[in-house]
């Protein structure tokens, strides 16, 4: 349930900023990628991760920019959130970079 509320959250952020930062899409879709961030993780580690003393900062930007989208303003909430991502998971880019790169690897039939 996790990854397709998370996978659907991303559908719906993507699909917001294609048609030109609709607000209701891009609120939706943001809802729906923490609440799969909890199914997966469970509440506790979810918690735990935005609120570890050096990743305040990736957290008040991530979540001030969802406010700020709900709030009706896209365009500024959607960069602040893109900082905040940025800034929170920035540890977990060159593992998923790696996987990528080991995915090239296998041969194909």
Not at 47 to 65: D, E, I, V, Y
Not at 92 to 99: I, L, Q, S, T
Request: no cysteine; net charge positive; hydrophobic share 60%.
């Amino acid at each position: 349930i996790g990854v397709g509320l998370v996978g659907f959250g991303l559908f719906f952020v993507l699909f917001g900023i294609l048609l030109y930062f609709d607000s209701v899409l891009l609120a939706f879709g943001n809802v729906l990628f923490l609440s799969g961030l909890v199914f997966i993780i469970g509440f506790r580690r979810t918690f735990t991760f935005f609120f570890q003393r050096p990743k305040l900062k990736g957290t008040s930007f991530f979540l001030g920019g969802i406010l700020i989208v709900l709030m009706r303003w896209p365009l500024l909430g959607m960069l602040l959130e893109a900082y905040g991502f940025v800034t929170l998971f920035r540890s977990f880019f060159p593992v998923a970079f790696g996987f990528l790169g080991a995915l090239a690897n296998i041969p194909v039939l």
